[in-house]
């Protein structure tokens, strides 16, 4: 009897080849219990206890995604933007001060100038000037032209009341990423905050251009600003958890209404 159309004929049975097994190298596996050969190497990451000082950095920044921020608080995570901040820096490193190195090059040959008799004229460099106690008083005497502040001083209330002040005394005023940043460029391992009293004249065409772009993305914001609060992120579970509540209370006001 001939096979019905579509039903394929059954395969003719592969014969099954015996494996070659050589005998010179003998099958052991391994035994991975006490005193048995040792586990194959696992990422170990999440099970790592990690320094108070790592542990203390993740639960603020935690903290500060759950709780409420106040606007205080809350403008200093709105920095400027990575290329405007690059001219910042670019112009600053130009009027960093003198090092240690240069300055004691610079009072020596002064004091060999003096030994021979020679008058030495001294002018005043043009440079940043740091240290939140001096940037306070150049503000407070309106010399500042510009005043950048880092975003994450610790305690951030040494620099919280800034902005107001600039504003206040109608001065250009930045908040930048990193207090190591701004440390690096007057030759310290931080600053809380830098100012510029003035520029040379080849400068002035772009600090005026990096003035203009700062008083835009800060002075001119600081009404709205001062109005946003902050934090109120709940973590992937608790959004879940009120996604579904949400879903559930949806589905229930659906059918009361049918």
Known sequence: MAPKRGVKTP??????????????????????????????????????????????????????????????LNQFTKTLDKNLASNLFKMLLKYRPEDKAAKKERLLKKAQAEAEGKTVEVKK???VKYGINHVTYLIEQSKAQLVVIAHDVDPIELVVWLPALCRKMNIPYAIVKGKARLGSIVHQKTATALCLTSVKNEDKMEFSKIVEAVKANFNDKFDEYRRQW?????????????????????????????
Do not use: C, Y
């Open 11 to 72: 395969a003719a049975a592969a014969k099954k080849v015996p494996k070659v097994v050589n005998p010179l190298f003998e099958k052991r596996p391994k035994q991975f219990g006490i005193g048995g050969a040792l586990p194959p190497k696992k990422d170990l990451h999440r099970f790592v206890k990690w320094p108070k000082v790592v542990r203390i950095q993740r639960q603020r920044r935690v903290l500060k995604q759950r709780l409420k921020v106040p606007p205080a």
């Open 230 to 258: 902050g934090g109120g992120i709940m973590g992937t579970k608790s959004q879940a958890k009120t996604k579904a509540k949400e879903k559930l209370m949806a589905k229930e006001a659906a059918q009361r209404l049918t």
């Open 125 to 127: 460099p043009i440079v």
